[in-house]
């Protein structure tokens, strides 16, 4: 059949304003206490003491707008407007954060680095929160630390601590612990980690009043336990991850009576994740490999494909000396899977629309990039492919991802 240009395709929605804005500021100030001194006569300089104050602004906004009425049955529900849709939903977020750090160096062997830094502190959120007729503000205090213990230069522990303990989401925390051991630079290092969250639901979850959705609901916490085991070994450019994540009380949304509706799993998920990455080098080319398997027992409700991969081909090449220069192609694979559905007048992906599960075939992108002091120019062509074996392909229901594609971009910095 015939590759239908972008601009010819039918759509829903020709009127319609999709807008997110994220507006934010951020200001950190911190002074050191005690003696300064060198790290293994490094230019890395250790204060015995430190204490800072961070402050962020952020306001992020959300806007949809659609003249007329929809009567391809995309928008249900018109409970405010009934001839049109002006929704908005704000989110002012203050955030002040105070803490102290300091190390303990005891004394050092010849085998033993010894030295113990930690890090506490006090982080206060205050939230403004706008919709249709409705304002709230809430805030949440929680106490922080992280521990970072170095026995010696090839293994150290670290720990971190979040516990919210005062505001609307008192009782959420998230503990974590990893440690790195060194082997050898020939054998390579492991990364041992884990970590345990309890969350409170987003408020979009439970509270929603805009022109075409509006919930008032009460959901539970949602509880995630992950273990981890990685393998990393820089000189023949190996790396290999096995991660376990078990989940309650997911929190999804879903077709609920042909809309969308948030949804709250009462089952445990279970998701297993195997990466695998290496890289070939032969002399000028390079040749990356990524490698992603994943398992879950719900399907239905994490909707993600079994199999992804990506590859790169490439080669480098300098010119006049100070002219270097990376030329190849891209190669991006995932394996069938039942897609999710987007609802443009919230934001949000939800699982339903037929449940629809796509074919794939690799997508190719080509590309070239060249560095000449401070210039940067890259020439990319995506999706090279299109129309031999596979003329489109989705991720999303109902929304094909673009055509062949190219782009080019140029930045050239200005300073001393």
Do not use: C
Request: aromatic residues 20%; charged residues 20%; glycine residues 6%.
């Amino acid at each position: 059949s015939t590759i239908v240009q972008p601009i010819y395709e039918n759509t829903r929605l020709t009127n319609a304003i999709h807008n997110w804005r994220n507006n934010s500021l951020y200001v950190k100030q911190f002074y050191n206490v005690g003696k300064q001194r060198l790290l293994d006569s490094s230019a890395i300089v250790l204060p015995s003491q430190r204490v800072s104050h961070a402050f962020t602004y952020n306001k992020q906004k959300f806007f949809f707008k659609n003249q007329g009425i929809d009567n391809s049955g995309l928008l249900n529900n018109y409970y405010i407007y009934q001839d049109s849709t002006s929704d908005s939903t704000i989110v002012n977020h203050l955030r002040n954060e105070f803490s102290y750090s300091f190390y303990l160096r005891g004394k050092r062997l010849s085998f033993l680095r010894n030295e113990l830094k930690l890090d506490v502190g006090l982080v206060h959120n205050y939230y403004n929160y706008e919709q249709y007729q409705y304002k709230t503000n809430f805030q949440n205090i929680s106490l922080k630390g992280v521990l970072n213990y170095n026995f010696s230069n090839k293994a150290n522990l670290n720990l971190n601590v979040q516990q919210l303990f005062q505001g609307r989401d008192a009782g959420d925390f998230l503990y974590q612990a990893q440690s790195e051991i060194n082997l050898s630079k020939s054998v390579g290092k492991i990364v041992l980690g884990a970590y345990t969250q309890n969350q409170s639901p987003a408020i979009l979850f439970e509270r929603q009043y805009s022109n075409h959705y509006q919930w008032t609901l009460n959901f539970d916490r949602v509880k995630t336990q992950n273990v981890s085991f990685e393998y990393l070994n820089p000189k023949y450019r190996f790396n290999a991850r096995a991660s376990y994540y078990l989940v309650s009380n997911h929190l999804y949304f879903a077709e609920d009576n042909g809309d969308l509706a948030p949804a709250q799993l009462s089952d445990n998920i279970n998701l297993l994740k195997l990466s695998v990455g290496k890289d070939f080098k032969f002399g000028k080319f390079t040749f990356e490999n990524y490698i992603v398997y994943q398992k879950t027992d719900f399907e239905s409700v994490l909707r993600t494909p079994e199999w992804y991969t990506y590859h790169s081909f490439y080669m480098e090449q300098n010119f006049v000396k100070v002219l270097k220069t990376a030329f190849g192609f891209d190669v991006r694979y995932f394996s069938k899977y039942t897609s999710q559905t987007y609802a443009p007048a919230i934001g949000q992906f939800y699982n339903g629309g037929g449940n629809r599960t796509f074919d794939t075939w690799p997508v190719i992108d080509v590309w070239a990039k060249t560095n000449w002091k401070r210039a940067n120019l890259f020439i990319r062509y995506d999706y090279l492919n299109q129309g031999w074996l596979s003329k489109g392909y989705y991720t999303v229901n109902q929304y094909p991802m673009p055509y062949s594609l190219a782009k080019f971009g140029l930045s050239w910095n200005f300073y001393d």
